[in-house]
């Protein structure tokens, strides 16, 4: 939230004070986005999925991931890229 005091100040002094306090406030953020984004992908076995990104069981994975439309797989069997299955997730959450 933005807070200072703006009484004797010029519309400049104004200005770049708004300006400083969005910039404190939005660069960590938009830092962390971009480092999240610019990450080299990560093969993951289907262990290490579950464990790491589907949060559930081989047999969950089996029984339930493995046959859904669009799930991401890689040509090698058992092989999955982190990042697609990600963004897999994201477009295919249920919204309540």
Known sequence: ???FGVEGL???????????QLKADIVPEVA???KATSQPD???NKSQLCKE???CSTDTYDNYYA??????????????SRKAVER???????KV
């Open 1 to 3: 939230m933005l807070q």
């Open 10 to 20: 010029d519309e400049r002094q104004i200005i770049m004070l708004v300006v400083n």
């Open 67 to 80: 046959y859904q439309p669009g799930f991401p797989k890689m040509k090698r069997k058992n092989t999955f």
């Open 42 to 44: 990560k093969l993951l």
């Open 88 to 94: 897999w997730i994201e477009h295919n959450q249920i």
């Open 53 to 55: 990104v589907l949060n």
């Open 32 to 34: 962390g986005m971009i």
